[in-house]
């Protein structure tokens, strides 16, 4: 018997915003790898009701098209029917492999951790989105086996231009995302400050009350395909929350377990990355080389300035590298293949 790898498409509501556009890559990545789409095919729509009726004739065909042996790929948070699909593939004799993209009982707070475990519970194998986020999950009482993926994979059909030679007299940084009071109130402190890099900003402003700062200059929102050909900057930085010291609050304390797409999107645009030291990526950043660890926006200044044009180009170089791995979706590649090898099973996995 063959096993097949399978998934089912989603409507997505909107195809720009960042969890839209990691999952509907990786169902790109899933097709590349032969996987079997057993609902719809993809799409767009921004009309709740279309979509959730799209998506509901996407399970009942799933529930006609499941075999016996399969390999079922999830992503989630799946807004409805998790539980019901991890059960009816075991009810099935087929197997779940869930990619975990965010936990509810973080950020939004939306679910008690004993609950989002219980529920998780229901997946034969989860993919944590990083080290940190698979320590946790053991930790609070998931039993079953857990991978890692790492940087999120990021499709896009463009390339990054050459990136702009060091000048100690000229550093620029580029931030990047919905700017808002509720993630990135750390900005309008910044912009009280004194620093000689230069900050700029891709994003429609919705509530940050930003002082005049000649060094901080504001883009419009730019699609990530422009993005990566034309930014002009020397560093990504990721950071969120209200407080330079750290990144606080909800979205700044959550660093510590998330993979944030935007890692991936500076990657793709050739960026080496400025993060903060306790988030989870930043052991991952050190070891591929690819940016620079930070306790507190504060020191940034100094650290900018001692860069050398030698360790600048080394950590182009290695961007460079990595930029290869997600632009063609190995992250996924990787983990789902170890998942399905920790499954030990006889039978041959088409994929």
Request: aromatic share 10%.
């Amino acid at each position: 018997m063959q096993r097949r790898l399978c998934y089912i498409s989603r409507c997505y509501r909107n195809a720009e915003s960042a969890g839209s556009k990691a999952k509907s890559d990786y169902e790109t990545v899933l097709r590349s790898m032969g996987a079997v789409n057993l609902g719809l095919p993809i799409s767009f729509h921004n009309n709740k009701v279309v979509a959730f009726l799209l998506n509901l004739i996407g399970i009942g065909l799933l529930v006609l098209r499941l075999r016996k042996g399969d390999i079922l790929f999830l992503q989630y948070p799946v807004k409805k029917y998790f539980v019901f699909l991890c059960r009816f593939a075991r009810f099935r004799k087929a197997s779940s492999i869930v990619f975990i993209h965010d936990l509810g009982s973080f950020r939004r707070g939306k679910v008690k951790v004993p609950k989002e475990i219980k529920k998780l519970m229901n997946a034969d194998y989860l993919i944590a989105a990083n080290t940190a986020m698979r320590s946790w999950l053991l930790d609070h009482g998931y039993s079953h086996p857990v991978g890692v993926m790492g940087f999120h994979d990021y499709l896009a059909d463009s390339s990054p231009k050459d990136s702009p030679s060091l000048e100690p007299t000229n550093i620029t940084v580029a931030y990047a995302g919905g700017l808002a009071k509720r993630k990135n109130s750390f900005l309008e402190q910044l912009s009280h400050q004194s620093f000689s890099y230069k900050l700029l900003l891709y994003g429609n402003n919705k509530d940050l009350e930003l002082c005049d700062n000649k060094n901080i200059i504001r883009h419009p929102f730019m699609k990530d395909t422009d993005f990566i050909e034309k930014v002009q900057a020397n560093f990504g930085l990721i950071w969120d929350g209200d407080s330079l010291d750290e990144c606080s609050g909800p979205w700044g304390e959550y660093l510590k377990y998330n993979s944030p797409h935007k890692a991936s999107f500076y990657i793709r645009a050739g960026l080496p990355l400025i993060i903060w030291r306790c988030a989870a990526l930043a052991p991952l950043v050190e070891e591929e080389g690819i940016g620079i660890l930070i306790d507190s926006l504060q020191e940034l200044d100094h650290i900018l300035k001692d860069m050398t044009s030698e360790r600048y180009e080394k950590m182009i170089e290695n961007i460079s590298r990595v930029n290869a791995q997600i632009s063609n979706g190995q992250c996924l590649k990787n983990a789902l293949l170890k998942a399905m090898e920790s499954f030990n099973q006889p039978e041959k996995t088409v994929y």
